[in-house]
Structures are given as structure tokens and as C-alpha cells.
């Protein structure tokens, strides 16, 4: 019945939508009934949600009969990787998504005062008429709740790779910022249906923006260290499709919420972030596009099914192509934006965008460009690091130089920027790249580069502070700089990763000491160990680095459910970098190791986990501000009153 | 102001256009020497590898051909897609689902000698996660089996 259950509320939550789209529709013409249009999208939040929660609980009780838990669950399995479980599959993926877009319509039918009930009226017709179709998807296309006769005696278990706590974390994450984004491209259309382009839009829309970017930038970094230690590879970004899929979005967003600041707070670059806005999700939409169909080869596609890739893809050319389409039609009667000088704080946030823009086309067309040659000619090919490595590794470099000045410019104008404030950092680029030369004499230059820039922005990204007081600064400033620093901090993590890894592969017979970087490593055999659902051979090895000692024991995993192995990697963090650990296979009585030794290589999450929390802070801000000016206004009315 | 304002948006709306169409530029540069090919045996046999350049090669291990070196982490064998072969060589560890008579990609180049260095080999781990061009060749042989059969 559980699964009855679910299924029936995903179909009412479907005729909710259909009704929510009605409403918006009709407007006026309904009188005050077209108010329902509120509580409807609330209601289809709260059914989806609860069949998320059915789909959970199958999951969690391993209800053989529901095929979707025979195909990709096993009741062997620990708890957490049967709850995780629900979605590590095509289905469960894709009720997961449908249930943050129809929570996050919900959301925000409950707590956007700002915009005017028109306005809101259009937007949530908007997140209606996506979620009708994402709906139709999973009820057509990709039932979760499908029921299984006979039912099988036992699950066929759960992908391995996917057995880790990180798989309960990741996707959740990374879909809320995804989907989230739906929230601003209804907001973009509502927008332009009513032809009311202005600050208010954008101040509705900055903190939907920015809490999808928050999550969407902790989905990737935590992903990024999750494939680092599970894949055993130490490698942090492959360039896989599916990882392109949500960079994308995030580039997107990025250059979205920096535009928006621009129209909340100058009432400039309107139309630019309308369009940002529809091309943010559009990616969102693209990436579930390319993981869902099978198309691109990845650990994330979970099954090809051509009948599926060209549903999504009908909804994709219907929502992308309705969005841009109404943008055509609708944008020349929206009113030009505030001028600004080219020389100015504005004029320094286009360039922003427009480098963004760059980098999001170059991976867009990196990742695609092997379906299109397939198409066309039949070749089959694959783009991989060399490219988008060489591509966007300057361009991010570029965009790092930006960041020096960009925040010290004045809006509107700044005729004679005052360059004095930026030697500092000039200087400290100058300085690291000059002695990198003697420290590092074979590098490449953009790890050398990186490393110059990263030095200057480390400085830069503080000066928005200086002549600040700092306990009046807002909290919004204070999320700038640390985004910024966060910036400067990954770059160096990157830089440090890509030039001065060292790495030894050998095969080891037992009391062998093998060198890698500062460590030296003594290994002292294998032994057999078991866990709840594998079994695995342990390596056993003694890390030294002066009088330090360290044990370290990798495995190489095998998993009967379905059968596989993988290799766990050992990995020691110290102060100053990583030493990652391998297990590999026997030759005779010796063992193949590979070991690396990985300077200040955390810096890349750590970096990554600042520019989120900066996001954060910034969100707080915002929020807190926008509370504060709301309880300041009831109290003026009341004194009024 | 009113003709300036119009000229505001039409620069923007430039750098925009710029800005696509240098990505775009920028992405076709950069694809012309890094993009690798996916080859088959055959392909080689035939020619159709450049020596030197990134390539992926995909086909069945050659049963018996799986050779270990003395340094215990270099492997030769021999990759099949029934008529053609082409001789590998890796140093790293093999995926733990390399075998005998199963679907391997090797990345890597082709060497003057006519082997196939490789950086990288991805072996098939199981149904959900298969190369969609190895899915193809695989079916491929397997038709061809029974058509010879």
C-alpha cells in the first residue's frame, strides 16, 4: 500500500500543478478565487514530498515487490545506503528532483511577500507549467513506484562506488541548487510576462539565487572530494560530462548573482539577467538532460533508455525554447537600465559575466561537441582534461585578476580609479611569480601563474575592508571577501595539485620502504578483513616523515551484491597536503602500491567550502536586512495607525 | 541621453555576441589537437590512428595475451575486435574488472612502433556502467559471432 500510496499523491500533486497553471492563467478573470493559486502550490509541495518520504520508506524497509528497490537495493545493506539508496537510480533520482521543484514552488508561495500579486501569479504558473511536465516524466516515463510480480527473494544491491556516506549528502545537495534555480527562471518568465522588469524583481530574486548557488557550490565541492577518495584515481576533477553538467549551472549562477546585485541595486543590466536567469536553470535542465538519457558515458548515467532521453528532451526544447522565445518577444518593451561608465563597479561586473560566459560557452561546447560529431560524421570521440584543462584554466586566471580591482570600483562612475590600493597585491603577484622561477625551476606557467595570482588575490580580496569599521561592515560585505579569498585559496590548492604532486608506483614485496615526496613508506604485508556486505584485502604501511609515525591501511574491496571491487584509499592529512594511498593487485609476493604525496591539495575543498560559506553569510545578510526592514515598516504603519 | 541610453544597450548586447562567439573560437582551437578519437583494431589496421596524437582505443582483451613485467605494475596485452589487433602497454594499476575476453578502453597514443601506450584504462565494471561505444562494438561482435556460427 505504500507504494500505492505514493504514487497517488504524485498524481494528485500532477493535477495540482495543472491547476496552479489554470489559475495563473485565468487570473483576474477568477475574482479573488484566483488567490488559491497559494495554498495549491503549497499542497503540491507537501504531496510530493510525501511520496518522497513513501519512496524513503520502501527503500528503508527493502520492499522486494516494488521494483525499483529489487533492481538497486538489498536488505544486507547498512541502513544509510538503503535510506541513500532511493536515490541512487534513475527513478529515485527523478522523484528527487520533481520533489525540490515542487518544494521549492512551494517555498516560495509561502514566504515571497515582495513581489506584486501579479507578478507572483505569473511565477508560479511558471514553476507550474515546469513541473507538469517533470511530473509527466516520472508518471510516463520513470514510475519509482512500479510493483514487481513475483516478487524476488532478494534485491540486486546497490553500485558499490555508490555504497558511501557521501551518497546521502551529494545529490540532495547538489539538486536543491539545481533545481532551486527554478525558482529565478520563474521568476525571470513571470517577469516578462508582466513586463515588470525592475529592482524589486531582482531583490525577490537575489536570495533564491544565491541560496541555490550556496547549495549547488557545497553539492560540487563535496562531490569533487568524494570521487578524490572513493575513486582511488587522486584525481579531484575529471572533466566527466556529469561534472560538467553541474559546473555549468553553477557558472551560470555565478554570473547571475553578481548581475542581480546590479539591478537590485543600480537598476541596471535588465535584460542581461533575465536572460541569465533562464539560461541558469536551462543548464540545470541540459545536465539532468545529458545524466538521465544515457547518452554521455558516466558512472552517474544509470541506464540507457532512448525513450527517456527524448522525453526530457522535448521538455527541454518546450521550456527553453518557450523561455527564449518569450524573451524575444517581450524584452524590447522592457525599460533600458540605469547608464553606468565602462570604468566602474558595474562596468567591472560585465566583464565578470562576460569572462563567465566565456567559460560556460568553451564547456558547453566541449561537452557536447562529441554527440555532434557523432551526429554528424558518425566518429565517435571523447573531450577530455587536455582540453577543457588548457580552455578555462587561463580564462579563470583572467577572471582572478578582475577580482583585485572590481570590488574598490565605485558604481556608476569612477573616473580615476585609485590604483594605489591594488599594489599590494599587484606586488605579491609579481614577487610570487618572479621566485617561483628560482623555488620551482620546471613548472608549467599556468600552475605558475596560478600561483602568482592566488598570492595577489589572497591580499586583494581583503581590501574591501580596509578604511571599513569592521563591526558595522555588513555581513554581505563580509561574504564577498570571503567567496573572494576562497577563490584565491582554490586556485593555489588547483595549482599546487597540478604542479607539484609527486607520485610512485611500484609493486612491493612486504618490509620494502618506498620514497614519495617527504615520506617514506615501509610496507608491512596484507591482511584479510571483512565489512558488512564485502570483503577486502588491507594493505599495511608505516608512514615516516621525520620522527613522525604514521599507519596507513588502503583496501581493495570486493562486493558480492552486485559483484565488484573497489579500492578504498588510505589517506593521511597533514598541515601542509596529503599522502593518498593505494592497494593494488598481487604479483607474486609483491603487492602494487601507488602512493602521492599532494602539497596543500585540501585547499581546493577548503576553497571551495569558503565561496560557500561566503554565500552563506551573504544570504544571512541579506535575509536579516530584509527582516529587519519589514518589522521597521509594521512598526511605522502601527505608529501611524 | 535618450540616444545615448539605446547605444548602452547595443554595446552590451555586442559584448555579448563577442563574448559567444570567442567562446565558441576558443573551444574550436582548442578542440582541434585535444579531442581523442575513439578507434577500433580495425581502424588502425586501416590507417585511420594518427601516430603521436590522443586516441582511445576500445575492444576485447585477446585471450592469453595479458602479460606482466618484471617491474610488477607494467602490463602488455593485446587488444581485439576480431579481425584486427593492436599490442598495448600501461604502467599503473589495471581496473580491477580488466580480464581476459572482456571490453577494455585504453587512452592513451599510438607509438612509431605500432604499440599503444596508455595512460589510462577503463574496463567494463558492469551493465550500468558500460561505454556506450564498447556497448555497441560488444553487441556488434556478438552478432557477428552467431552470423559466423
Redesign the interface.
Known amino acids: 500500500m505504500i507504494a500505492e500510496a505514493g504514487l497517488a499523491a504524485l498524481w494528485l500533486a500532477a493535477a495540482l500543478a495543472v491547476l496552479q497553471l489554470g489559475v495563473a492563467i485565468a487570473g483576474d478573470r477568477l475574482g479573488d478565487l484566483r488567490r488559491i493559486v497559494v495554498p495549491v502550490a503549497v499542497a503540491q509541495g507537501l504531496l510530493t514530498l510525501f511520496a518522497f518520504a513513501m519512496l524513503i520508506w520502501l527503500f528503508l524497509i527493502t520492499d522486494l515487490s516494488v521494483q525499483l528497490v529489487a533492481a538497486n537495493s538489498h536488505s544486507d545493506k547498512p541502513w544509510i545506503y538503503r535510506f541513500s539508496g532511493t536515490w541512487g537510480n534513475h527513478e529515485g533520482s527523478m522523484l528527487l528532483w520533481v520533489t525540490v521543484l515542487a518544494a521549492a514552488g512551494a517555498a516560495l508561495a509561502i514566504f515571497e511577500r515582495r513581489l506584486p500579486a501579479k507578478a507572483m501569479q505569473a511565477t508560479l504558473g511558471a514553476q507550474a507549467a515546469l513541473a507538469i511536465g517533470f511530473f509527466g516524466f516520472l508518471l510516463i516515463a520513470s514510475n519509482p513506484f512500479a510493483r514487481l510480480n513475483p516478487a524476488p527473494l532478494q534485491g540486486q544491491g546497490l553500485n558499490p562506488l555508490l555504497q558511501d556516506p557521501g551518497l546521502a549528502f551529494h545529490p540532495p545537495t547538489l539538486y536543491l541548487g539545481y533545481v532551486g534555480l527554478s525558482v529565478a527562471f520563474s521568476l525571470a518568465v513571470g517577469a516578462l510576462i508582466t513586463r515588470d522588469v525592475g529592482p524589486a524583481l531582482a531583490r525577490a530574486m537575489r536570495p533564491w539565487v544565491l541560496g541555490a548557488w550556496v547549495l549547488l557550490t557545497i553539492g560540487i565541492v563535496a562531490g569533487s572530494y568524494w570521487a578524490y577518495y572513493e575513486l582511488g584515481w587522486g584525481g579531484w576533477w575529471f572533466w566527466d560530462p556529469v561534472e560538467n553538467a553541474s559546473l555549468m549551472p553553477w557558472l551560470a549562477a555565478t554570473a547571475l548573482l553578481h548581475s542581480v546585485n546590479v539591478l537590485a541595486a543600480r537598476g541596471g543590466l535588465r535584460a542581461w539577467t533575465i536572460m541569465l536567469a533562464v539560461v541558469a536553470f536551462s543548464m540545470s535542465m541540459i545536465g539532468t538532460f545529458l545524466v538521465r538519457s544515457g547518452i554521455l558515458t558516466s558512472v552517474h548515467s544509470f541506464a540507457v533508455d532512448p525513450e527517456r532521453g527524448s522525453f526530457i528532451l522535448m521538455l527541454l526544447l518546450v521550456y527553453i525554447g518557450g523561455a527564449l522565445g518569450l524573451f524575444a518577444m517581450r524584452i524590447g518593451s522592457v525599460r533600458e537600465g540605469a547608464q553606468f561608465d565602462p570604468v566602474s563597479r558595474e562596468g567591472a561586473l560585465v566583464a565578470n559575466n562576460l569572462i563567465l560566459t566565456v567559460i560556460l560557452g568553451t564547456v558547453f561546447v566541449g561537452t557536447l561537441y562529441p554527440l555532434f560529431v557523432e551526429a554528424v560524421s558518425g566518429e565517435k570521440m571523447s573531450v577530455g582534461p587536455p582540453y577543457f584543462n588548457a580552455v578555462t584554466g587561463p580564462l579563470t586566471l583572467i577572471l582572478a585578476l578582475l577580482l583585485f580591482i572590481g570590488p574598490l570600483l565605485r558604481w556608476r562612475r569612477d573616473s580615476r580609479p585609485n590604483l594605489r590600493r591594488i599594489a599590494a597585491p599587484v606586488m605579491a603577484t609579481v614577487l610570487t611569480f618572479a621566485l617561483s622561477f628560482a623555488v620551482w625551476p620546471a613548472m608549467s606557467a599556468l600552475a605558475r601563474l596560478g600561483f602568482a595570482v592566488a598570492a595577489g588575490l589572497a591580499i586583494a580580496s581583503f581590501l574591501p575592508l580596509a578604511g571599513r569599521n569592521l563591526r558595522r561592515t555588513p555581513l554581505t560585505i563580509w561574504g564577498m571577501v570571503i567567496s573572494h579569498l576562497g577563490i584565491a585559496v582554490a586556485i593555489a590548492g588547483a595549482a599546487s595539485d597540478a604542479a607539484l604532486t609527486k607520485e610512485t608506483l611500484v609493486a612491493a614485496a612486504p618490509g620494502e620502504v618506498h620514497r614519495v615526496g617527504p615520506w617514506q613508506i615501509r610496507f608491512n604485508g596484507v591482511d584479510p578483513v571483512a565489512g558488512p556486505n564485502w570483503t577486502a584485502v588491507e594493505g599495511h604501511l608505516v608512514a615516516t616523515r621525520g620522527d613522525r609515525a604514521v599507519r596507513l591501511d588502503p583496501q581493495s574491496r570486493f562486493f558480492s551484491d552486485p559483484p565488484t571491487e573497489t579500492n578504498e584509499a588510505a589517506i593521511l592529512t597533514t598541515w601542509d597536503g596529503q599522502l593518498y594511498t593505494v592497494i593494488g593487485h598481487q604479483e607474486g609476493n609483491r603487492w602494487q602500491l601507488r602512493l602521492w604525496w599532494k602539497p596543500i591539495v585540501t585547499f581546493i575543498w577548503l576553497g571551495g567550502g569558503l565561496i560557500a560559506l561566503g554565500g552563506l553569510l551573504a544570504l544571512i545578510g541579506r535575509l536579516f536586512r530584509e527582516g529587519r526592514r519589514r518589522r521597521g515598516a509594521t512598526e511605522a504603519q502601527e505608529a501611524f495607525a | 541621453m535618450r540616444a545615448?541610453?539605446?547605444h548602452?544597450?547595443l554595446v552590451?548586447v555586442l559584448?555579448?555576441m563577442a563574448?559567444?562567439i570567442?567562446?565558441?573560437l576558443?573551444?574550436?582551437w582548442?578542440?582541434a589537437d585535444?579531442?581523442?578519437?575513439?578507434r577500433t583494431p580495425q581502424d588502425v589496421a586501416a590507417g585511420r590512428a594518427e601516430v603521436g596524437v590522443?586516441l582511445?582505443l576500445g575492444g576485447m582483451v585477446q585471450q592469453g595475451s595479458i602479460r606482466?613485467e618484471a617491474?610488477?605494475?607494467t602490463v602488455a596485452f593485446v587488444v581485439t575486435d576480431g579481425p584486427a589487433t593492436v599490442p598495448v602497454r600501461f604502467?599503473?594499476?589495471?581496473p580491477?574488472?580488466f580480464k581476459e575476453n572482456s571490453g577494455v578502453v585504453a587512452?592513451g597514443r599510438l607509438g612509431a612502433d605500432g604499440t599503444f601506450v596508455a595512460d589510462n584504462i577503463l574496463a567494463k565494471?558492469?551493465e550500468?556502467?558500460m561505454?556506450?561505444?564498447l556497448?555497441n562494438q560488444a553487441a556488434e561482435m556478438a552478432t557477428r559471432e552467431t552470423v559466423e556460427r
Not at chain 2, 34 to 38: E, S, W
Not at chain 2, 91 to 94: F, L, P, R, S, Y
Request: charged content about 25%.
Open positions: 545615448r541610453s539605446k548602452q544597450r552590451l559584448l555579448a563574448a559567444l570567442g567562446a565558441v576558443l573551444a574550436m582548442g578542440l585535444r579531442a581523442a578519437y575513439f590522443p582511445r606482466k617491474d610488477g605494475v604502467t599503473g594499476i589495471v580491477d574488472l587512452e565494471h558492469d550500468r556502467y561505454p556506450p561505444q556497448g
